[in-house]
């Protein structure tokens, strides 16, 4: 039985190290180009308000209908890959996200709107499982290094994307987003001539796992689950800050216009200042997570889980407080805090369930996001009960539960599967 395995696993480890590093350049350049997608909307969310009239907490249900699909849209994507041993999920998301992103222009009521958000967020949603498993598997050893990178990857393109789309507006308007087709198709097929001929599965991980003590199982799920609460919590908290920056730029564009009421100026004005503190945390959550996958020693990631939110918290707490410069500084530690722990929640629970990696991924991303979609309609909630200062103190204080919450996690556990 054991030589059979052997035959089975050398060709999958084989076409997983051949190419390594084209494969690794065009997964983290399509994780770039797909996160970049994903920040075309929320930039855009006053612009999109006044261009088809509606409110404010109808945008903030257009933001958590993006959380929501893309984040149901992750396990049904697994389920299907380990049962087809398929990664054509993923160039297929990415295909579908820069379909849809393209046609934004061209919306004139809000069911377009939301059904458009819909397609590209699942198709943005479908890539990351599929994308962050092919780098832990082709990452090997230096899995927690790998997923960093990618996630950073993801994190340039949030920049770029914050960045780049109200400026493409301001400049040419919304329909010169149709040319988002171009690096879609092309990302798409490169994605699917890096990753499409690596195995999806593991038959010598199935073998390891199938060797654990129940006991031992009942451990790993336990800890995984104590992951999924804490990642949860931090991209509650993410969600929940978009909102509050989109608020807190149109605050800011109107008291320095000296005005109450918004022209259409004043939008694309609120939609640059929204874009560069959305690019300032997204600055932040990709430094923070390249360093904690980096710089932390595998089995001492409970250092990184909690460590971010006591970054983050008091930056969260001061940031309606300060002027314009200390706003980007607070934006970026703010992404720190609760970004920099994702892709070290995602390695540690590839590593916790080593037969069930592409699940392991969706549940700490996709199965956060679901619950996320509440994030937007908190903030909308928390500033109408509490004002905009109130509502960023108690999005701090999830963000500090989420730290709370990893101190449950057992260390000797973490440790012993950093050996394996």
Not at 70 to 92: E, K, Y
Not at 168 to 194: D, Q, T, Y
Request: with cysteine; charged share 10%.
């Amino acid at each position: 039985m054991l030589a059979r395995e052997q035959t089975v696993i050398a060709p999958a480890r084989a076409a997983a190290v051949s190419h390594v590093g084209p494969r690794l350049a065009t997964l983290v350049t399509a994780h770039v180009i797909v996160d970049c997608f994903s920040m075309t909307v929320v930039p855009l969310l006053t612009v999109l308000e006044g261009r088809i009239t509606i409110t404010q907490p109808q945008g903030a249900m257009l933001l958590a209908v993006g959380s929501l699909c893309s984040g149901l849209i992750q396990p049904v994507v697994a389920a299907a890959s380990d049962r087809w041993n398929t990664r054509l999920f993923g160039p297929l998301g990415l295909l579908a996200a820069a379909l849809a992103l393209s046609m934004l222009g061209f919306v004139s009521t809000y069911s377009q709107l939301l059904l458009l958000q819909a397609i590209a967020t699942a198709g943005i949603g479908a890539f990351h499982p599929v994308g962050a498993s092919a780098m832990g598997q082709i990452s090997g050893r230096r899995r927690s290094i790998g997923v960093a990178v990618f996630f950073t990857g993801g994190m340039v393109g949030s920049t770029l994307g914050s960045l780049l789309v109200p400026a493409m507006n301001e400049a040419w308007g919304l329909r010169s987003l149709v040319w988002f087709i171009v690096p879609g198709i092309f990302g798409a097929l490169a994605l699917w001539m890096a990753i499409g001929s690596i195995p999806h599965r593991h038959v010598e991980a199935v073998s390891r796992a199938a060797a654990l003590t129940p006991a031992e199982v009942r451990r790993r799920w336990w800890s995984v689950g104590i992951l999924y609460a804490g990642n949860i919590l931090r991209f509650t908290v993410n969600q929940a800050i978009v909102v509050l920056v989109v608020r807190w730029a149109e605050a800011a564009t109107l008291n320095a216009a000296g005005s109450t009421e918004f022209t259409t100026a004043l939008r694309e004005s609120s939609s640059i200042l929204n874009g560069r503190m959305q690019a300032a945390m997204a600055i932040g959550m990709g430094v923070g997570g390249l360093l904690g996958g980096t710089l932390v020693r595998p089995g001492r990631e409970k250092r990184v889980l909690i460590g971010s939110a006591v970054i983050g918290v008091p930056a969260i707490v001061l940031f309606p407080l300060a002027g314009p410069w200390a706003a980007v500084a607070l934006a970026m530690l703010a992404g720190v805090g609760f970004a920099s722990a994702t892709p070290v929640s995602i390695a540690v629970a590839q590593r916790l369930l080593p037969h069930r990696t592409s699940f392991a991924s969706s549940l700490m991303m996709g199965g956060a996001w679901v619950f996320a979609a509440s994030g937007p309609l908190l903030a909308q909630g928390f500033i109408a009960a509490l004002g905009l200062g109130g509502a960023f103190l108690a999005v701090a204080a999830m963000l500090a539960l989420s730290g709370a919450a990893s101190v449950l996690l057992p260390t000797r556990l973490l440790l012993d599967t950093a050996i394996e």
